[in-house]
């Protein structure tokens, strides 16, 4: 088994909607013989949809009612027009679309409900930034049923259980451990491809919560850990962990190898191609990490491991930073 991860950058309109999904599914049928491969994908939001939901937010609580149905209004047209330029016409898109339609209409309820507070809390913040991953998951399993899957998106707070430190909840570990085995490893034995929203939580009592920004790596990293899946990839927008930030170095190499203790150091340190705490789950279960590109699906990416190759190239790493005095 092998859990994929996607992020926003990943997913940012229809054509890289059906790219994520076209390489799913060449991972998916790389089994052997007629027997597909296990998968399961972790996917985000659509790339800036989270700080869209967020804002709207703000601008409820502010009572800013033009505002946060402005964000809503693009939202809506945003992801319908994923759906139109992904599905073809008929019942799948329809679903999809109604879909859409059915969960902008709840999140402008709960937009009305903040502008009558007259504030926002985090506990609200969490409840409104789910909203993007749960559209997201729902538009791709439906593309991999087009193409011949078996595919059901499922919702992460059903999953992964957490404490209520809302906006950077913490997992608890033995009851995630018993839904993800009770609800994942069934679908995952039937052939099904599980999407599970990123990101999200929820906490003993239903509660939903986030992981902090980023968080959907850790879900992965979570879901391959319970499932002891063979190797968890995270699908970036770069070639791996480079040896410095490309925007600013633009003949950064991308370094093949490194340790999770190496790992876990560039990500502590602002690696922004890695969530800090993605590392811990896949050290315990001495899993494979992979860091790949996306729109460069061929290319190997960087390896993390617990012990690397001995005739290994191994380049300094330089992270940087803005906005520090």
Same mark, same amino acid.
């Given at each position: 088994?092998?859990?994929?991860?996607?992020?926003?950058?990943?997913?940012?309109?229809?054509?890289?909607?059906?790219?994520? *999904?076209?390489?799913?599914?060449?991972?998916?049928?790389?089994?052997?013989?007629?027997?597909?491969?296990?998968?399961?994908?972790?996917?985000?939001?659509?790339?800036?949809?989270?700080?869209?939901?967020?804002?709207?937010?703000?601008?409820?609580?502010?009572?800013?009612?033009?505002?946060?149905?402005?964000?809503?209004?693009?939202?809506?047209?945003?992801?319908?027009?994923?759906?139109?330029?992904?599905?073809?016409?008929?019942?799948?898109?329809?679903?999809?679309?109604?879909?859409?339609?059915?969960?902008?209409?709840?999140?402008?309820?709960?937009?009305?409900?903040?502008?009558?507070?007259?504030?926002?809390? *985090?506990?609200?913040?969490?409840?409104?930034?789910?909203?993007?991953?749960?559209?997201?998951?729902?538009?791709?399993?439906?593309?991999?049923?087009?193409?011949?899957?078996?595919?059901?998106?499922?919702?992460?707070?059903?999953?992964?259980?957490?404490?209520?430190?809302?906006?950077?909840?913490?997992?608890?570990?033995?009851?995630?451990?018993?839904?993800?085995?009770?609800?994942?490893?069934?679908?995952?034995?039937?052939?099904?491809?599980?999407?599970?929203?990123?990101?999200?939580?929820?906490?003993?009592?239903?509660?939903?919560?986030?992981?902090?920004?980023?968080?959907?790596?850790?879900?992965?990293?979570?879901?391959?850990?319970?499932?002891?899946?063979?190797?968890?990839?995270?699908?970036?927008?770069?070639?791996?962990?480079?040896?410095?930030?490309?925007?600013?170095?633009?003949?950064?190499?991308?370094?093949?190898?490194?340790?999770?203790?190496?790992?876990?150091?560039?990500?502590?340190?602002?690696?922004?191609?890695?969530?800090?705490?993605?590392?811990?789950?896949?050290?315990?279960?001495?899993?494979?990490?992979?860091?790949?590109?996306?729109?460069?699906?061929?290319?190997?990416?960087?390896?993390?491991?617990?012990?690397?190759?001995?005739?290994?190239?191994?380049?300094?790493?330089?992270?940087?930073?803005?906005?520090?005095?």
């Amino acid at each position: 088994m092998i859990v994929h991860k996607f992020g926003g950058t990943s997913v940012g309109d229809a054509g890289r909607f059906a790219n994520v *999904a076209d390489i799913v599914m060449g991972q998916y049928r790389a089994g052997e013989g007629a027997t597909p491969r296990p998968t399961v994908v972790v996917l985000s939001a659509m790339c800036g949809v989270t700080d869209q939901l967020i804002a709207a937010a703000r601008a409820a609580a502010e009572g800013r009612s033009a505002r946060y149905r402005e964000i809503k209004a693009a939202l809506l047209s945003r992801h319908l027009e994923v759906v139109e330029g992904l599905l073809s016409a008929g019942l799948a898109r329809l679903e999809a679309g109604g879909f859409v339609e059915d969960q902008l209409h709840d999140l402008e309820r709960l937009y009305r409900s903040i502008a009558v507070l007259g504030e926002v809390t *985090a506990r609200g913040y969490d409840a409104v930034a789910s909203f993007g991953e749960q559209l997201s998951t729902h538009i791709l399993a439906a593309a991999l049923r087009e193409r011949g899957a078996r595919a059901q998106a499922l919702n992460a707070a059903e999953l992964i259980v957490s404490d209520d430190n809302y906006g950077e909840a913490a997992p608890l570990m033995a009851p995630t451990r018993r839904r993800l085995q009770e609800r994942l490893l069934p679908l995952v034995q039937r052939g099904v491809i599980p999407i599970i929203t990123g990101y999200v939580a929820a906490t003993e009592e239903g509660v939903t919560t986030t992981l902090g920004r980023g968080g959907s790596d850790y879900t992965a990293a979570i879901v391959g850990a319970v499932l002891g899946a063979r190797e968890v990839w995270i699908w970036s927008d770069v070639d791996g962990i480079l040896t410095a930030d490309p925007n600013i170095v633009p003949r950064a190499r991308s370094i093949a190898e490194l340790t999770y203790a190496e790992a876990a150091n560039l990500a502590y340190f602002g690696a922004d191609v890695l969530h800090p705490n993605t590392i811990r789950p896949v050290v315990e279960g001495r899993i494979p990490l992979c860091i790949r590109n996306t729109f460069n699906p061929a290319h190997p990416g960087t390896r993390i491991v617990e012990q690397p190759s001995a005739d290994r190239t191994l380049f300094p790493a330089i992270i940087s930073t803005t906005g520090l005095s």
